[in-house]
């Protein structure tokens, strides 16, 4: 069965620290992974994604993410925080050959930034 | 920003009362999403559209009916609104295989059962 896992429910972080999210994924076939950020009241926003080629992948606001395939993960990280980073993160898959193109989305993780 | 707006954004109803949540897109996209999103659970998918009159269940559709008869418009049904649909309510659309799945959602709809 299709599943994502962010294990932090709560992650709280200084302004300036670095930062990383974790996710992890199980998914039969070849993954399309994205992480999304949603602000307080707000619908998601998509943050970046990774289909295929480098497994480094840049995303908006200075954010970026490894797939690893061997461990099933796709962590979302960024050097330097800022105060207006606080916001729920969503780790979702998506998988190819699925003509539906649906996605399966992690229970999210809160980041608090500490001024 | 995608196109797609959501209304209402806010109701309070009553229990058992039938309830109409739209969305609507002016993107042209083929495929559609409803979604809930509560507290601890992340997002949830109840139904979704990949065409005109093309709808199917999604993981927690008991309660919910849809419907999409135009493109651009997707509708999300509850019939008889219970306290457990208290939540708030996303759709998303999304384009063609090119785009490689990519969903963009509307601004949500917070709807409470009383």
């Known amino acids: 069965a299709q599943s994502v896992t962010q294990p932090d429910i709560h992650i709280t972080v200084s302004e300036g620290a670095s930062l990383e999210l974790r996710c992890n994924y199980s998914y039969g076939a070849t993954p399309y992974l994205f992480w999304y950020v949603q602000s307080p009241g707000q619908g998601l926003q998509l943050l970046l994604k990774?289909?295929?080629?480098?497994?480094l992948v840049q995303g908006i606001k200075g954010f970026e993410a490894e797939f690893k395939r061997s461990q099933s993960s796709f962590n979302l990280r960024k050097p330097s925080v800022h105060w207006s980073d606080a916001a729920e993160y969503f780790c979702a898959v998506g998988a190819e050959g699925s003509t539906l193109g649906r996605l399966y989305f992690g229970r999210g993780t809160q980041l608090t930034v500490w001024p | 920003d995608a196109g797609i707006t959501q209304s209402p954004r806010h109701k309070v109803t009553e229990t058992g009362t039938p309830v109409t949540l739209r969305c609507h897109q002016t993107?042209?996209?083929?495929?559609m999403y409803w979604y809930r999103q509560d507290p601890g659970h992340g997002l949830r998918l109840i139904h979704y559209s990949y065409g005109v009159k093309d709808t199917d269940k999604g993981e927690v559709s008991d309660g919910y009916s849809v419907s999409r008869s135009k493109t651009e418009d997707f509708l999300l049904t509850l019939e008889s609104a219970t306290s457990s649909q208290t939540s708030v309510y996303f759709c998303?659309?999304?384009?063609?295989?090119?785009?490689?799945?990519?969903?963009?959602f509307g601004p949500g709809t917070r709807l409470t059962v009383t």
């Open positions: 993107e042209n996209h083929r495929y």
């Open positions: 998303a659309i999304r384009g063609d295989v090119a785009l490689h799945y990519e969903q963009y």
């Open positions: 990774y289909f295929s080629g480098d497994t």
